[in-house]
């Protein structure tokens, strides 16, 4: 009995997906549990699983092009049996496998530099030295015009008074436009193809800033342990090859003050706060096509080693597009850090159903008043989101504090 290979949804959020490459081909023998091949779906790539056996009878989308979920791409069957009666085998729900091409607008012809006149030079004499009398020079001087271009009517041809007054009364021709270099030939522009991965972020950026009421908590806090603290924990991690970041000291930071905090560690319905008794943090780690959270699961039970060797992990495989669907959901609470990037405060979008997301500047030396004397100290800012159907303005703030608190106090966090 045939069997339809269809587009099938490879992670919760997925609704269609972009067949990166078929591993197996038509005529090829088939047994289930075959891999058939890769989907690249809004998370990660992969791979396609044979939910019969037979043959590869028909191969229904090009590789490159997409299909919405539930489509049927391909049709496994035994050599010999008809499948004429499976009609319209993804045939028309796919898209172009093309349309990932670059489209081309072209380019105005560059209109043709326009011709100048260019008037006569006077005769210069062998010597090289215009004939002009002092007057003459000084008025050509004045009036912004070469003597060396004036025909002089005086004896010998000397330049004289009136013959620089007609030079400067006459009509100059317009000063040539500079040359630039043409345009290179080709297309103005180029269409690059939307991800699964951009389509995904697209669709929850929507749900997110219009529906969800957030407003936004900044605070700074003085990183002066908290750059100590990093410096010791990592001689401490140096012989087993592991290296904390300040970030992987923030994310445990939150996940503790989440763990007392529970009314941010939620989410809203419609009819309930769900308030969780474990804490996921996910970490925004940018990737190629855009961004995508890998999750740190029960991550204020975890120590800074641990945290720092599980992000890696998790940001690599992000990169790789090789994340697990588990990898990747059920955050309660997400990060942001663009402090790399040298920014030192944002804002940023919170992900539902989350209550909430901290994003995190960059550490910066600054003048601060120290006993009413100003010192250098590093700074650092951070500002969060708040869904205020979950967070009040004060529960946030709290919140806020406490995060602010373990960070100036790393030990405390320990405790």
């Given at each position: ?5 269809h ?7 997925m ?16 047994a289930e ?59 028309g ?19 043709p ?50 013959d ?65 603290a ?19 000291f ?22 309930v ?30 120590g ?18 090789k ?10 609470f ?56 979950v ?15 373990y ?9």
């Amino acid at each position: 009995m045939a069997t339809k290979v269809h587009m099938e949804a490879l992670s919760p959020t997925m609704e269609e997906g972009q067949l990166v490459r078929w591993l197996k081909k038509e005529g090829d023998a088939i047994a289930e549990g075959d891999i058939l091949a890769e989907i690249e779906t809004d998370k990660a790539t992969m791979e396609l699983v044979a939910r019969g056996s037979g043959v590869l009878r028909r191969v229904a989308l090009a590789e490159g092009a997409t299909a919405p979920v539930g489509t049927v791409i391909g049709v496994i069957a035994a050599a010999d049996e008809d499948i004429a009666g499976i009609v319209g085998a993804g045939a028309g729900t796919a898209s172009d496998a093309g349309a990932g091409r670059a489209q081309a607008g072209s380019a105005p012809a560059a209109p043709p530099a326009a011709a100048v006149a260019v008037p006569a030079s006077a005769p210069v004499p062998p010597s090289g030295r215009v004939k002009a009398s002092p007057l003459a020079r000084r008025m050509a001087v004045d009036a912004g015009v070469a003597i060396e271009g004036i025909a002089g009517s005086g004896p010998g041809g000397r330049v004289v008074k009136r013959d620089v007054e007609a030079a400067a009364a006459a009509p100059r021709p317009a000063a040539a436009a500079p040359a630039f270099a043409a345009a290179a030939p080709g297309p103005e522009f180029e269409d690059v193809p939307v991800s699964q991965m951009r389509k995904t972020i697209a669709k929850r950026l929507v749900t997110s800033v219009g529906p969800v009421p957030t407003f936004f908590l900044t605070t700074e806090i003085d990183a002066t342990r908290l750059l100590a603290a990093r410096e010791t924990v990592n001689r401490k991690l140096e012989a087993d090859g592991i290296k904390a970041s300040i970030n992987d000291f923030i994310l445990k930071a939150v996940a503790v003050a989440l763990a007392r905090h529970p009314e941010v560690n939620a989410q809203w319905s419609d009819t309930v706060i769900r308030r969780f008794r474990r804490v996921h943090i996910g970490v925004a780690v940018a990737v190629e096509d855009g961004l995508i959270t890998p999750v740190v699961k029960d991550a204020d039970r975890k120590g800074i080693a641990q945290i720092a060797v599980e992000v890696r992990e998790l940001a690599a495989r992000g990169r790789e597009k090789k994340l697990q669907p588990d990898e990747y959901t059920g955050a309660t609470f997400s990060i942001s850090n663009l402090g790399m990037f040298g920014i030192d405060e944002f804002t940023a979008i919170i992900n539902p159903p989350e209550s909430g997301i901290l994003a995190v500047g960059q550490v910066a030396d600054k003048v601060v008043a120290d006993n009413g004397q100003p010192v250098v100290r590093p700074r650092m800012r951070m500002t969060m989101s708040c869904d205020h159907r979950v967070v009040d303005g004060a529960t946030g703030a709290r919140f806020l504090r406490t995060v602010r608190e373990y960070l100036e106090e790393p030990a405390m966090m320990l405790v």
